[in-house]
Each structure stands twice: as structure tokens, then as C-alpha cells.
């Protein structure tokens, strides 16, 4: 069955932030009709490998994307290669990494900031450069992009929660408060995102730590949460979802073939 998918990676956001800061989403969790599930990223807990991982299901190991400095294009198959692959249209409003990885590298602000590339796997995309890149900007990107394009497949990705982590750390209130307000401003959008019957995922890469960084295997850097909303997941609570399936799920979300695991349970 095909349906349309959004997912939103929140980048540098821990699960615990998450399940106690995202009053919104978790609204929707209690009143049953969305679910937040635990998983563990996988290592190192950095973001460039983690955004390969999410979106191709291939850990960081195998990938070779082993740290952000690697900047090429994967050689993986991601979601939106699947997604290209089966005619379905894809777009992005992330970090430029994104456009490295799977349209263009090096990036080249004037040419791939904004992207309208029929042939690229990512067609529309919005990409930025600036870690401090207002996530209130960001989802107005994502939100042109589905307007004007109608994609199947929409990467919504901002970056405030880890930016403030990296300047105040894990405890603190900076960090804390930009998880909220990404959730207020998830807000805006998000009724009108399942009444256009798109399910919606939204996830981390990676936590954080105290010591503003992330890597390794602290609880706080590598638990991360994924909220699942719209009628074709399962909300009972009971997967144990890992992040090498997501791409994988994405896939059976959309309808669209491909040879990455998944996770069965997620889904109704
Ligand atoms: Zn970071």
C-alpha cells in the first residue's frame, strides 16, 4: 500500500528531553493517536554518520561515513534512491550534509541551497549551512516544499536543539527550551500534515551530553526518541525499533521496494 511519509529528525535531540519536553507530540501519544518508541543510534553517535545510518539503514561502520569530516556522497542506497526508484517524488528541508551525501558534494551554497533537480534523488530540497539556521525558518522551507511539490517522501530537519546543546550543554535550560519550542512550532504543521493523510515520523541522529559534544555511549548521547503518528503504525508501545531499520520502515511506509531490514512491529 502506498501512503506519503514525513519524517523529522530533530537533530541532537536525547529521549529523555523528548519524552518529557515535547508537550505537543506527546499530547498525541496520550490521547492514542501517536507513540513514542526508545531506540539506541548506533555508533559513533556523530551526526553525518547517523544521518547515512537513518536514511540508508547502513551503519556508520559499514557506510565508512565514520565521522563528520567525511564529506562525499554515500554509496549507499538511501530512501530517496528507493523512493526515485519506484517514481515517487522526494524532497528536503535539511542541513547541507544531506545535499553531500545524496545529491551533490562539496556543496555549493549558490548552486544547491535551494534545489529543484527532477534527476537528483533529493528533487526539491532547501538546504543550510548555519548550525544557528532558525528552526522556525526551517520548517516554513519544509512546509513550501510540500505545498508546492506535494512530495511522497519530505526529510523535515532542523537544527536548534543541538546547536544549543553544543553551546550550553545537555542541563541546561537553552537545551531544554529549544526542544520545546521545536515542538511548538511542529505544531503548526502538524494537524495539517495527517489530515493530508501523511504519516509521520520524527526521530534524532544522536543525543547529548553535558560536556556540549556527543560520540559515544552515554545514555544521554545515544537514546533518542521516535514519535510515530497516522493510521499505519502500531501504537501499542511494544517494538523496540533500531536505527538501521528506519530506512527500511520508511520504505514499507511508502510502498516502495528495497533490501534494508525493517521493523515489523512499528507498523499496524
Ligand atoms: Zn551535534
Redesign the pocket.
Known sequence: MKRTVILIVL??LNHEVARHALGHLQAYCAAGRGALYKLDCELPA??RPLYECILTGVAPLDSGIVNNGVSRPSNQRSVFHYARAAGLSTAAAAYHWVSELYNRSPFVAARDRHTEAPDLPIQHGHFYYA?HYPDSHLFADAESLRLRYRPDFLLVHPMNI??A??RHGLDSPHYRNAARQADILLADYLQGWLEAGYQVMVTAD?G?NTDR??NGLLNEEREVPLFVLGDAFSLDGYAQPKQTELCGTLCELLGVPHDKPFCRELLA
Do not use: P, T
Request: charged share 30%; net charge negative.
Open positions: 537533530d541532537g556523530l551526526s548550525d543541538d546547536d546543546g553544543h544522536h547529548m559534544s556527543h
